[in-house]
């Protein structure tokens, strides 16, 4: 394989700059020509496509974002859309694709590899880590972290003022960044989708840890719950301590990729690009018990994602 293309789709997420740079050099290394698609599907059907050299992808590994934009584009739904962008890819001479994107990014991938015979790659690029194939997917650290300052800011001036404090983060169906920045803050309170909460249980353990001492409590909140507003309001009502909500936001995608998801990129680019080489596609990437794993692209994201129950469990544990 001689030519191969990237893409970035979807949502994006820190981490996919390095991941870039890591497939653009590790092609190079190959001896491929490697071709950039600007804003994802779109790009890619718009005939938006540059060459990508070694000093392309210079002093990007440290920042957030992607250079090569990203977009949602439902148009890679359908046939007609379809066609372009393999029409695209026929252009260039595009033998092989890496798609750094979620699920959705994934299932255009499939469809090139199987429909259209383009062996592609997915890298799962996604601050939600709500993919089961993989253990962590490339953004959540650093939506984790970035979140863990944001909550630890927040509770020094929730204890000054004795007030709870409401905090929404991402993630509408996985409340992983939810659960681990909440362990990580010591937040007394974690709600996610994946579990049922009951309000009056949260009151009731407010008032244990204020009668046990505590001046300040942070309660968070994944977005696929209901929004920190809303959440306050109702807890308001049920409860003397002045509540306070705070909406983290896109903030959550953007910044400096962590050192964990710098190393994730730089294995995860090599890995798909040697799949490729070797002519292998339809097939995403992931690392499994500290080990890079690959499999079959559609597997991966039909596998339901599971919940960390036992993680759970420790915070009941230890939060109060």
């Given at each position: 394989?001689?030519?191969?293309?990237?893409?970035?789709?979807?949502?994006?997420?820190?981490?996919?700059?390095?991941?870039?740079?890591?497939?653009?050099?590790?092609?190079?290394?190959?001896?491929?020509?490697?071709?950039?698609?600007?804003?994802?599907?779109?790009?890619l059907?718009?005939?938006?496509?540059?060459?990508?050299?070694?000093?392309?992808?210079?002093?990007?590994?440290?920042?957030?974002g992607?250079?090569?934009?990203?977009?949602?584009?439902?148009?890679?739904?359908?046939?007609?859309?379809?066609?372009?962008?393999?029409?695209?890819l026929?252009?260039?001479?595009?033998?092989?694709?890496?798609?750094?994107?979620?699920?959705?990014?994934?299932?255009?991938?499939?469809?090139?590899?199987?429909q259209?015979?383009?062996?592609?790659?997915?890298?799962?690029?996604?601050?939600?880590?709500?993919?089961?194939?993989?253990?962590?997917?490339?953004?959540?650290?650093?939506?984790?972290?970035?979140?863990?300052?944001?909550?630890?800011?927040?509770?020094?001036?929730?204890?000054?003022?004795?007030?709870?404090?409401?905090?929404e983060?991402?993630?509408?169906?996985?409340?992983?960044?939810?659960?681990?920045?909440?362990?990580?803050?010591?937040?007394?309170?974690?709600?996610?989708?994946?579990?049922?909460?009951?309000?009056?249980?949260?009151?009731?353990?407010?008032?244990?840890?204020?009668?046990?001492?505590?001046h300040?409590n942070?309660?968070?909140?994944?977005?696929?719950?209901?929004?920190?507003?809303?959440?306050?309001?109702?807890?308001?009502?049920?409860?003397?301590?002045?509540?306070?909500?705070?909406?983290?936001?896109?903030?959550?995608?953007?910044?400096?990729?962590?050192?964990?998801?710098?190393?994730?990129?730089?294995?995860?680019?090599?890995?798909?690009?040697?799949?490729?080489?070797?002519?292998?596609?339809?097939?995403?990437?992931?690392?499994?018990?500290?080990?890079?794993?690959?499999?079959?692209?559609?597997?991966?994201?039909?596998?339901?994602?599971?919940?960390?129950?036992e993680?759970?469990?420790?915070?009941?544990?230890?939060?109060?």
């Amino acid at each position: 394989m001689k030519r191969i293309g990237l893409l970035t789709s979807g949502g994006d997420a820190p981490g996919m700059n390095a991941a870039i740079r890591a497939v653009v050099r590790s092609g190079l290394y190959y001896g491929m020509e490697v071709f950039g698609i600007e804003r994802g599907y779109t790009g890619l059907m718009e005939d938006s496509v540059i060459p990508m050299e070694m000093r392309s992808v210079s002093n990007i590994v440290q920042c957030g974002g992607t250079r090569l934009r990203t977009a949602r584009c439902m148009e890679m739904l359908t046939v007609e859309g379809q066609k372009k962008a393999v029409d695209t890819l026929d252009k260039y001479g595009i033998e092989g694709l890496v798609v750094i994107g979620g699920d959705g990014s994934f299932r255009g991938a499939k469809v090139l590899s199987e429909q259209y015979g383009v062996p592609t790659i997915g890298i799962p690029g996604t601050i939600d880590n709500d993919l089961e194939y993989t253990d962590y997917t490339l953004g959540f650290d650093t939506a984790v972290n970035t979140c863990l300052d944001i909550i630890n800011k927040l509770r020094d001036t929730m204890t000054s003022h004795e007030r709870v404090s409401v905090v929404e983060v991402m993630g509408r169906r996985c409340g992983d960044i939810a659960l681990y920045s909440g362990i990580a803050s010591g937040a007394e309170i974690i709600v996610v989708p994946e579990i049922a909460f009951d309000m009056n249980d949260i009151v009731s353990r407010i008032n244990r840890s204020r009668a046990h001492g505590k001046h300040s409590n942070i309660i968070v909140i994944a977005e696929g719950v209901m929004g920190a507003e809303q959440f306050a309001k109702q807890l308001q009502q049920g409860t003397e301590h002045a509540v306070r909500p705070t909406c983290i936001g896109h903030v959550q995608r953007g910044g400096s990729p962590s050192m964990a998801d710098r190393m994730l990129a730089a294995q995860f680019g090599n890995k798909a690009v040697r799949l490729l080489k070797d002519g292998i596609g339809n097939r995403a990437v992931g690392i499994r018990n500290n080990k890079i794993i690959e499999m079959d692209i559609i597997e991966a994201v039909s596998m339901k994602k599971t919940f960390n129950y036992e993680l759970y469990e420790t915070l009941q544990m230890i939060s109060m």
